[in-house]
């Protein structure tokens, strides 16, 4: 059984193609099924976000074949012509396709290294397969084991640590200085892009009140409507200050338009509570000796970019630390894989051997017949457990062999020295119960 | 016997340490762990101890050192889990593991003078040392508010940033702990006060009891951290004393319990043992 890997990512199609092969604006699952019907792959899932858009199967067949069959898959389903996709397309097979999954699972292959969302995406991918009976054991252990990379290199690293943005970084300062944000009132002078993520942000933590004023007060009610607040007249700025935990600015001005003496004025009122001024404009709304007052923290664009930068720099420290955790877990997976190609022949030796037994058994069976029905039983038992015994060792052996080629090897000698591909010569064990087939057939 | 939960406590202080440092969420589930064994453990013993003397073990400076470390154990491990805030844990929980290595050395003899046996001295001790148990919870979370403040204020968001609860938070927790140390401290002297005029009634001569009064420097210094705690509360309550100037107060106040606690016990009071 290979697992075969084809796909687009952000690494390698552009924006527009990507959008072409994207599977999530229609149903996946019914993708997932259109691909199981067609396909000679036993086993399938979808994934498929705004960054990329992987198939990945589970084949008896050639990976070659199966790739094949993928990239026509592709072009009929998005009736794209596969000229224009196929230099974009990246594929892997078996440990590579894993190993591809594993890291993609961690964030490690997201465009914003440690993103949070692509783990969740991935479980989805599986569970909407899964839930259309389009996987199997290759699959299941292949995503299962991405889950477990994912929500390792979560808990054990710090890479998905840390605001990557100006906006996030300021939600997670208000977080510190405030705790939960549930009930705090937010206000923001001037309308800009940012202010509007920021309020945004603010507001999925359940901020209690957004109220926003502008120069224009056109500006202020558009931004109002966009984030669920409410505008106010410039002209009551100081007074909405008084009432406000955090502050966000933008305007496009040119000189300070919050003094040091509005603040005072504002904070005189407010006793000892904290507020948070967050000062995206440049060149700035607030003078900077508005941090000299003791509850105020205030923040301007550069210092939150420096903290979105640091917080890179210490996402991509922790990127060594997730690569080792996925190459753990790949070479964990990998010898699982090992251990399953060594089956049919575990199997099959297993069942020469107790074969073997079975016919001894019964050319014994006229001098054994004197026995008391104990005794018999006893010499069943003991002879099933030599058997077991003698093979326990070489079976252990088998499954744990380092890599493909020696495992190659082994099974070959160990096919030849038992002649376990022929039929048996001289035992002819009528009445020995053959093995479940299924289990005989395992990969 | 106090030598198990000193070793719990200190493993306990280590696992804090490492969960602090490396921030894994397994270290802070084996502190916790630690720490509530450590917990059962001195509750055990206290238990014994209890069993053999008939009463509390507080009759001297060690054995009430023991029963301290105890209830601050206690307390930690009630703000802990209600506050689901580990962070704290590599503060106190070292300070457990120093302060209980005094019972464990020494154990001092546990007998008490009969004219102590009565039920205000039970209520005056425990009260006192459940009031300086909060208080240092208090102290602690203060000292962190202020570590936490500088660097959100300098905007040098370091080591402790990433680590500590948001200001809100050990603000609101400071509030609590003074408040709880505040109502027992409030008790403990008001009962000590009455007793000791109960008992003069019963023993005249006493020395001791001759001694009680404000010109004993426990006394003063008890009176005095009462003093400090109840502006605290009221200056947070009127003039909006919260956050950094809460925080300095409330470790100003545990300052003061220090000194009351340790030199001042060991050399200079008149009227009390310990």
């Not at chain 1, 099959?348 to 029905?373: K, M, N, Y």
Request: proline share 5%; net charge neutral; glycine share 6%.
């Amino acid at each position: 059984m290979h697992l075969v890997l084809l796909g687009v990512s952000h690494r390698t199609a552009p924006v527009d193609l990507r959008e072409r092969l994207d599977f999530s604006s229609r149903d996946v699952g019914a993708a997932v099924e259109a691909l199981a019907a067609r396909s000679s792959a036993a086993e399938s899932v979808v994934l498929s976000t705004c960054n990329r858009s992987e198939i990945y199967v589970a084949t008896t067949a050639d990976p070659t074949r199966a790739r094949e069959e993928l990239v026509a898959f592709l072009s009929d389903y998005h009736e794209l012509p596969r000229e224009v996709f196929l230099p974009h397309v990246f594929t892997y097979d078996d440990a590579a396709a894993a190993h591809h999954l594993f890291r993609v699972a961690a964030g490690l292959d997201s465009l914003v290294v440690g993103e949070p969302q692509i783990l969740g995406q991935v479980k989805d991918a599986f569970q909407v397969a899964a839930g259309r009976h389009c996987t199997g054991p290759l699959l299941n252990k292949t995503f299962h084991s991405a889950f477990g990379v994912g929500k390792r290199v979560r808990t054990e690293t710090a890479l998905g640590e840390g605001a990557v943005s100006v906006s996030f970084a300021a939600v997670a300062l208000a977080r510190k200085i405030f705790g939960r944000l549930r009930g705090r009132r937010v206000l923001v002078v001037g309308a800009g892009e940012i202010s509007a993520l920021t309020a945004q942000h603010l507001r999925s933590h359940g901020v209690a009140d957004i109220v926003i004023t502008s120069r224009t007060a056109a500006h202020a009610d558009a931004l109002a409507a966009e984030v669920g607040g409410r505008a106010m007249p410039w002209g009551e700025m100081t007074a909405a200050i008084a009432r406000a935990d955090i502050v966000i600015t933008a305007t496009g001005s040119q000189r300070p338009i919050i003094t040091r003496a509005d603040v005072e004025a504002a904070t005189g009122r407010r006793r000892a509570d904290p507020l948070f001024i967050i000062d995206i404009a440049v060149p700035r709304d607030v003078d900077p000796s508005v941090s000299e007052i003791e509850q105020v923290f205030l923040y301007n664009v550069d210092d939150l970019q420096n903290i979105v930068q640091e917080n890179l720099a210490r996402r991509a420290a922790e990127i060594a630390r997730a690569e080792a955790i996925v190459a753990e877990e790949l070479a964990r997976f990998t010898a699982w894989q090992r251990s399953r190609r060594a089956v049919p022949t575990v199997v099959a030796l297993r069942q020469r051997f107790d074969d073997i037994r079975r016919t001894e058994l019964q050319r014994l069976d006229t001098r054994l017949s004197g026995l008391p029905p104990e005794a018999r039983a006893r010499v069943e038992e003991v002879t099933r457990l030599i058997v077991e015994k003698l093979l326990l060792e070489p079976t252990e052996q088998l499954k744990a062999l380092p890599d493909e080629e020696t495992q190659a090897v082994y099974t070959e000698a160990v096919n030849r020295l038992f002649r376990l591909g022929e039929a048996p010569d001289d035992t002819a064990a009528g009445d020995a119960e053959p093995f479940p087939t299924d289990r005989a057939r395992e990969p | 016997m106090n030598v198990l939960p000193l070793i719990l406590y200190a493993a306990a202080a280590v696992a804090y340490g490492v969960h602090f440092a490396r921030r894994q969420p397994q270290a802070g589930r084996l502190a916790t762990t630690l720490l509530i064994f450590a917990a059962l453990a001195h509750t055990f013993v206290i238990g014994m101890q209890t069993m053999e003397v008939r009463h509390v073990p507080f009759a001297n400076a060690s054995s009430a050192t023991s029963t301290f470390v105890w209830l601050l154990a206690l307390s930690y491990l009630y703000l802990e889990i209600t506050a689901d805030e580990r962070a704290m844990g590599v503060f106190i929980v070292p300070m457990l593991a120093g302060l209980q290595t005094i019972p464990a050395v020494s154990p001092g003899v546990e007998r008490i003078d009969p004219l102590l046996d009565s039920p205000w001295f039970w209520v005056h001790v425990s009260s006192l040392l459940f009031a300086y148990a909060s208080f240092a919870l208090a102290s602690v979370l203060g000292l962190t508010y202020v570590v936490q403040f500088k660097e959100i204020k300098k905007k040098h968001l370091g080591y402790f940033y990433t680590r500590l609860p948001s200001l809100q938070t050990l603000d609101v927790m400071n509030e609590r702990a003074v408040a709880i140390g505040w109502l027992c401290l409030t008790v403990g002297v008001a009962v000590g006060a009455i007793w000791t005029g109960q008992a003069r009634a019963v023993a005249p001569d006493d020395p001791n009891l001759q001694a009680m009064s404000l010109n004993d420097p426990k006394i003063f210094v008890a009176v005095l951290t009462w003093g400090v705690y109840s502006f605290a509360i009221l200056a947070r309550q009127t003039m909006g004393w919260s956050g950094r100037r809460a925080a300095w107060l409330s470790a100003l106040g545990f300052a003061i319990v220090l000194l009351n606690f340790l030199p001042i016990n060991y050399f200079v009071t008149t009227s009390h043992t310990f």
